[in-house]
């Protein structure tokens, strides 16, 4: 006949079962999340149309003429379009604006030859300066 103590024995080995299919399950779901944003930003980039907007300034539209990206090459800063991508990080992956600067940044970098910018969203005519201490060959997404 079972003790007191081989139960919770028992209890506290399934437990440490659950908490490491449980662990399993988040590292493996992490990947695919990465993946997953990728492919988004990806969608959201390829294909676009390049116009020159301004002074050391180009612009990136979607097939609908909604400007996506912005390189801004004069105040080193690589905008993104709040509405279209920097709001679905938000909402769909649940990241915060830290976590998705540091995601556009590693993007752009593993993705692009885009230098010397800091990405930021753009909401409306407001943009939002972040400052932030991490670097990508230049590049540090920032919602505008």
Known sequence: MKTK????????????????????????????????MSDFLFSMFFPTEMR?????EFTFYNKKDEWMFQQDYKNSLLRISYDRIWKVFEDQFDLNDNQIRNFIAAWVETNTNWQGLTPKAKIGTNILLVETNTNWQGLTPNKI
């Open 5 to 36: 103590e081989d139960y919770i024995k028992e209890i506290k080995q399934m437990a440490d079962e659950a908490i490491k299919k449980i662990e399993k399950v988040y590292a493996d779901s992490k990947p695919n999340k990465n993946k997953e």
């Open 52 to 56: 020159n907007t301004g002074e050391k």
